[in-house]
C-alpha cells in the first residue's frame, strides 16, 4: 500500500465548476498535509496546507482533513482555465529514521474553457 | 520569482563526467532537501540535510554525493551517472525538518540528462 494515494486523473472540469480531488494517507502519525500544484515541466508550488481536522478556505481553494477516515481533499471552486496542472497531496510524517514529507502520486486537473 | 536558486538550470552530462547541482536559499530555513522527480511521477526524497548535517539518506547510489557547505548552500555532486537518472532534480527548504507545518519551498529544479 502507497504511503499517499491518489487518483491520477485527469479530471476534466468545465470552466467555471468546482473540482474536487481526493488523497487517503496510510500512516495515522501524519501530523500535517499539503497540496501542491505543478505546472508540466516546473516545479511544485505550495498552494495550502492543513493540520486540524475540518476545513481550511485560502480564496478559491478549499482543503479538508479527515484524520479518523485518514483522508484529505482539496476543492477548486470556479474553475479557470489556468488550473489546469497536476495537484499533489503531500503527507508530513514522523518517522524513526528521520521525518519528511511524502507525496502521492498526483492527479491531473483539465479544465475546459 | 523563487526563493529557492538552483543552477544550473539545464544539463546534459556523459556517463564518464563529473558535474555538480547547486541550490541556494536566503529564507534563513535550516533544512534543505534533495528530491529527484521523473516524468509523470511524484517527487522523491533523496536526501535531508538539517542544520547541516546529512539527517536522511534515502539509499541513493553512491554516484550521488551531497554536501551542505553552510546553512544557505546545497550541492548535488553527480558522478558515473546512468542514462536512468535523468530527471528533475528539485532542492526544497523549510524552517525545521521537525516543524512542517508550513511545507516546502522548492527551486524551479535542473532537468538532467544524462548521455
Same mark, same amino acid.
Given at each position: /500500500?502507497?504511503?499517499?494515494?491518489?487518483?491520477?486523473? *485527469?479530471?476534466?472540469? *468545465?470552466?467555471?465548476?468546482?473540482?474536487?480531488?481526493?488523497?487517503?494517507?496510510?500512516? %495515522?502519525?501524519?501530523?500535517?498535509?499539503?497540496?501542491?500544484?505543478?505546472?508540466?515541466?516546473?516545479? !511544485?508550488?505550495?498552494?495550502?496546507?492543513?493540520?486540524?481536522?475540518?476545513?481550511?478556505?485560502?480564496? %478559491?481553494?478549499?482543503?479538508?482533513?479527515?484524520?479518523?477516515?485518514?483522508?484529505?481533499?482539496?476543492?477548486?471552486?470556479?474553475?479557470?482555465?489556468?488550473?489546469?496542472?497536476?495537484?499533489?497531496?503531500?503527507?508530513?510524517?514522523?518517522?524513526?529514521?528521520?521525518?519528511?514529507?511524502?507525496?502521492?502520486?498526483?492527479?491531473?486537473?483539465?479544465?475546459?474553457? | 520569482?523563487?526563493?529557492?536558486?538552483?543552477?544550473?538550470?539545464?544539463?546534459?552530462?556523459?556517463?564518464?563526467?563529473?558535474?555538480?547541482?547547486?541550490?541556494?536559499?536566503?529564507?534563513?530555513?535550516?533544512?534543505?532537501?534533495?528530491?529527484?522527480?521523473?516524468?509523470?511521477? *511524484?517527487?522523491?526524497?533523496?536526501?535531508?540535510?538539517?542544520?547541516?548535517?546529512?539527517?536522511?539518506?534515502?539509499?541513493? !547510489?553512491?554516484?550521488?554525493?551531497?554536501?551542505?557547505?553552510?546553512?544557505?548552500?546545497?550541492?548535488?555532486?553527480?558522478?558515473?551517472? /546512468?542514462?536512468?537518472?535523468?530527471?528533475?532534480?528539485?532542492?526544497?527548504?523549510?524552517?525545521?525538518?521537525?516543524?512542517?507545518?508550513?511545507?516546502?519551498?522548492?527551486?524551479?529544479?535542473?532537468?538532467?540528462?544524462?548521455?
Amino acid at each position: /500500500q502507497k504511503e499517499v494515494e491518489q487518483n491520477s486523473g *485527469p479530471l476534466s472540469v *468545465p470552466e467555471g465548476a468546482i473540482a474536487s480531488l481526493n488523497c487517503t494517507y496510510s500512516d %495515522r502519525g501524519s501530523q500535517s498535509f499539503f497540496w501542491y500544484r505543478q505546472y508540466s515541466g516546473k516545479s !511544485p508550488e505550495l498552494i495550502m496546507f492543513i493540520y486540524s481536522n475540518g476545513d481550511k478556505e485560502d480564496g %478559491r481553494f478549499t482543503a479538508q482533513l479527515n484524520k479518523a477516515s485518514q483522508y484529505v481533499s482539496l476543492l477548486i471552486r470556479d474553475s479557470q482555465p489556468s488550473d489546469s496542472a497536476t495537484y499533489l497531496c503531500a503527507a508530513y510524517m514522523i518517522k524513526a529514521a528521520g521525518n519528511k514529507l511524502t507525496f502521492g502520486g498526483g492527479t491531473r486537473v483539465l479544465v475546459k474553457p | 520569482d523563487t526563493e529557492v536558486t538552483q543552477t544550473p538550470k539545464h544539463l546534459v552530462m556523459g556517463m564518464t563526467n563529473k558535474k555538480s547541482l547547486k541550490c541556494e536559499q536566503h529564507m534563513g530555513h535550516r533544512a534543505m532537501y534533495w528530491y529527484k522527480q521523473k516524468a509523470k511521477k *511524484p517527487p522523491e526524497l533523496m536526501f535531508v540535510y538539517s542544520y547541516e548535517k546529512l539527517s536522511i539518506n534515502e539509499s541513493v !547510489p553512491s554516484r550521488f554525493s551531497p554536501e551542505c557547505p553552510n546553512s544557505s548552500l546545497l550541492n548535488l555532486h553527480l558522478h558515473a551517472l /546512468q542514462p536512468e537518472d535523468s530527471a528533475l532534480y528539485l532542492c526544497a527548504s523549510s524552517q525545521d525538518s521537525d516543524r512542517e507545518h508550513y511545507g516546502y519551498t522548492f527551486g524551479s529544479g535542473t532537468r538532467l540528462t544524462v548521455v
